[in-house]
Every structure is written in C-alpha cells, then in structure tokens.
C-alpha cells in the first residue's frame, strides 16, 4: 500500500501553526500564559512519514477549572441569573446570532476537521453543514415548545402555567469522532434551554472549536458558556467533585461516565445525558438482496474507518449465503481507495490515533490465533498511520474482536444457521443501541423485528445503522446510552417541567391578568413566538 504523502493542495496546507492562547471564562477570553500542548495530526506533510504539528492549546490545571465552574455557577445565580431568567426570544435571538458568525469560519473549521480527525473533506463539510443545520432545527423545535406552553390549563379549579425551564449547570464533554457535530447535540440544547455550561473540547480535534471562541464570547451573557482546555482528568474531576454540577453531558465511553458519575458528591442530583459506545450488528437473512446489502454493509463498518459509535462492528451472515456474501463483500472493501482527506474519491483515511494501527493489529493476531482468517488481499497492510480493512471469518465468541468495540477499520463476520445465535449475543451484549436486518420475508421479519426493538432502541430494515435524520430519537439500552438526543428530545434532556400554579379566584385572576397585560415576567407570559 502507498505511502499517505501526496501534493497537498494550496487551500489545505498548513501555513502557519495556530496557538490557541486564551479560553472563554466569565465573559471574557483569557490569556494562557503557562503550559502548553501540541496539537498533531497523523497526516505527513512530507514524503518522508513525520507527523505534522499544527499547533498548541493551554494546558490548564485545576484552579482555571474551579475559575470555569464560579462563572457558570455566578451566571445561573441560583436560577437568578440574566441568562436562566430571559424571555425565550431573546435566547432564541442569542442563539441565531451565534449561528450566523458560526457561519463565517466554515472553511476553517472544515480545514481543521481533515487534518485532526482524518475525516474526507466531503464528510468534513458534511459535519459542519448538519450541525449548522441543527442549531437551526433546535431553535425550530424550542419555539414550538414555547408556542405549546403559551396557555393555562385548569383542572379542578386549579390554573396551571406549565414551562419547561432549565436545571442548572452542565458539564459537556464531547468525541473525537464527531467534535463538532456531536458535541454540539449537547451543548447547543443545554444552552439555549437556559442553562449554563462548561464545555471542554475532545483531545483530539480540538483546534477547530477555536475559530467559534468569538462567536461564543459575542453571542452570550458571560459566563453562560466557558470553553476550557486540557485533561479531562485534571479539569472534570474537580469540577464533578465540587457537587455543584446539575448535569453531565458527555459522549465517550461507560468507563469515563461512570468515572465521572462517581466524582459527584450527589449523585442523586446529578442528571446524566450520555452518549457511549455500542456494538452494533448486522443480521443477514438468507433472502437478502445481497447486491444491496453488501453496499450498506460497507458504508455501516467503514464509513470514517468504523470511527463511530454507530458502526456496524459485527457481521452476522446465514450459512447458506455466507461464501457469496464474503467474496463481494472483500471485493468491494479491497477497491476502497485510500488517501488523505482532501483527495478527491477517498473512502479511507489516516487514523487520527497513533496507537490505532497497532491496537487493530492485536485484535487481527487474536482472531487470528484462534481460527479466524483474513479474506481481503489488503487486510492488514499497514503505514505509518494507517491498517487497511481486514475482513476476518469466521470469528466466535473467544476472540477479542467479538466482544471489544473495536472503533477502527476491522470487520468480523460471523458465520450463523439458527437466528436464536445472533439473537442470544445480542441479549447477552452490554450494548443495545442499534442493529441492522437485511431480508425481505416478512413472515420471517416480523418477529424478528418485533424481538429486536426490545434488545435494541433502533432497527434498521435493510439498511446501515446510523444516527440521523436528527429528528429521530438516538439512544440506547444498557451501556449504550442513557436519555434521549434528538432535536425535540434533548431539549427535554436539558430541561425540566416547572409551573406556576394559582386557584382560581378573582384576587389571583386579576394578578394573573395584570402580569400578563404588563408582560412583567419572562415565566408567565402567552406570547407566540413566530
């Protein structure tokens, strides 16, 4: 396999490294004066393999940590605060403010995707389109819940204004995979509900939150977003610790939740929006249309080198079909082109862990060891920075492969004769977010589906597993996720129901009526948003 060294093209080199020097606390972006990080990408800028340097983040400590926390906890001012207290307009109007200078730093963010992350420049603009795309949709989704709350209800002569209003403070830790898109499902709804956040980037694409700083500093009362950088560890622990953390919002894995979950002095008052892993299988009936699924087969294990969450990261294909399935499958992985990011074509690209390689490697020589085989020509070939898909066959239940979440470029498949097998995994699993069904008997179909709702929170019927549209619900069961993100859902993640109740007499009735006529409150009010 060639080297990943090819001409960069002028709009993506790396002209001059970016030192990201200041973090947004209380308002205002402050000056980093002590230690620093690089920040590299596994991408060559030369013939000659060496990753490249694209420059440096603070490295902050526990006092800038605690410094982040008394600003968001001042600007929420036990629920006193400007931004927990304004009338939804106006946070609307914050929010749109936001979104349009976000639209601005498009290319640079983009630019900043590819050589981070390794994500193709198509995927790249993608990421950044759909989460512009999505703050929208929230704003959409927040004014029809506002338009629904708009009104008082009455039951047994009792008037009720019932709202959704904020918790409080909220902790956002975002992935690697998705650091702008994915983050974003949490910190944009978190926000524009009223809370206040802290919000400390992946490791790992974490230069292209730096183009947005101004627009965060611009668009929101102070301290109602604080941007910090650093190590989890060193940052999250003092701030979970501290108990005065309303929400953690968090996509990553179980062990950094339960990690961070533990920290909390109250854990009874700690609401949890996480997003983790998963190990999502495909199901291939005998009946499949194998044309179709060999295709939806390539794009849910190998779209961004099986780098998310939402991969399919085991193959289960029935043992009438499972030669024929396998040497289209192989064909069709082999002819995936690899390169950098910003070459026209690529489906494969550098892996922006450097230990990545090798780790895929220990699950290729495990399953191998243990009686699997690679079947693709390519599988296994290995750069600097980069190991080509192996297709391995057949893998069972001892191998590394079959229970680890591999989150890399390695597809297992698992040869089956009863369906109960899959099925009886799947139970077994600690995981339970998705699951694709490739078939077209609907006799055999129904109750299939009908079980597989119950292991799982979505079945994709001849397709790969995915998370959009964002209107869907995304979630899972077991240690695949707890609440709910979708554009209408998180909104209620972030939130809680919270009223105003009055009986009904004329005293409270002309209040009511006074402070309605004099739009006094934010709270109470029947305005429509339009």
């Known amino acids: 396999m060639n080297t990943t060294f ?8 790396i002209t001059s490294l970016l030192h990201q020097k200041t973090y947004l606390v209380d308002g205002e972006l402050k000056t980093w004066n002590g230690k620093t990080t690089e920040v590299y990408s596994t991408i060559s800028s030369t013939e000659n393999y060496k990753p490249t340097v694209l420059g440096t983040i603070p490295e902050l400590g526990e006092q800038e940590a605690i410094e982040a926390l008394n600003s968001a906890l001042n600007a929420y001012d036990n629920g006193q605060g400007l931004w927990p207290t304004m009338k939804v307009a106006d946070r609307i109007a914050c929010m749109e403010t936001f979104v349009k200078q976000m639209k601005t730093k498009r290319e640079d963010v983009v630019k900043l995707l590819m050589w981070e992350i390794g994500k193709n420049l198509p995927d790249s603009q993608k990421e950044f389109d759909r989460t512009v795309d999505y703050i929208y949709d929230t704003i959409e989704a927040y004014k029809q819940i506002d338009r629904d709350s708009a009104k008082f209800e009455k039951n047994e002569g009792v008037y009720a204004h019932i709202r959704r209003g ?15 898109n994915e983050t974003f499902t949490l910190l944009i709804p978190a926000l524009i509900m009223g809370n206040t956040v802290i919000f400390k980037p992946a490791k790992i694409g974490v230069l292209l939150i730096s183009p947005l700083l101004e627009a965060f500093q611009n668009s929101f009362p102070k301290g109602a977003v604080n941007i910090i950088y650093g190590r989890g560890r060193v940052l999250a622990s003092p701030i979970m610790g501290s108990g005065k953390i309303d929400v953690l919002a968090l996509i990553g894995n179980s062990k950094s939740a339960n990690a961070l979950q533990s920290e909390h002095p109250k854990g009874n008052r700690l609401r949890m929006v ?5 190990k999502n299988p495909a199901i291939v009936l005998p009946d499949a249309d194998l044309d179709l699924t060999v295709d939806e087969c390539i794009a849910g294990t190998l779209s961004f080198n099986g780098q998310r969450c939402t991969a399919l990261k085991l193959v289960y294909v029935h043992e009438s079909i499972v030669d024929e399935f396998n040497k289209r499958f192989t064909a069709k992985v082999d002819a995936l082109k690899f390169g950098n990011p910003w070459e026209a074509g690529v489906k494969l690209t550098p892996l922006p862990e450097i230990e990545k390689p090798a780790y895929i490697q220990e699950l290729i ?12 020509a390519k599988g296994g070939d290995t750069t600097k920075n980069f190991i080509f898909p192996a297709v391995l066959y057949p893998v069972n239940k001892t191998m590394r492969v079959f229970e680890e979440e591999q989150f890399g470029p390695v597809v297992p498949v698992i040869p089956f004769s009863n369906i109960e097998e899959p099925l009886d995994d799947m139970a077994q699993s600690n995981y339970g977010q998705q699951v694709s069904l490739f078939g077209g008997d609907i ?34 069961r077991k240690d695949s996720a707890f609440s ?13 129901r919270t009223f105003v109740a009055s009986k009904d007499n004329a005293y409270n009735n002309a209040i009511l009526k006074e402070l309605l006529d004099k739009k006094s ?9 339009l």
């Open 443 to 476: 006799k055999t179909l129904a109750p299939l589906i009908d079980t597989l709702v119950n292991l799982v929170c979505r079945v994709n019927l001849n397709s790969s597993c995915q998370r959009g549209p964002d209107v869907y619900p995304f979630t899972g």
């Open 521 to 529: 409150s934010n709270f109470i009010s029947t305005d429509y948003i």
């Open 365 to 376: 020589d495990d399953a191998k060891a243990k009686g699997a085989s690679i079947l693709n």
């Open 166 to 180: 904020p918790i409080g403070t909220v902790l956002c830790l975002g992935p690697y995979n998705y650091p702008l």
């Open 484 to 496: 709910t993100l979708s554009v209408h859902d998180a909104l209620r993640s972030f939130s809680i």
């Open 6 to 13: 090819s001409e960069i093209p002028n709009e993506y080199k």
């Open 274 to 278: 996480l997003g983790l892993e998963a």
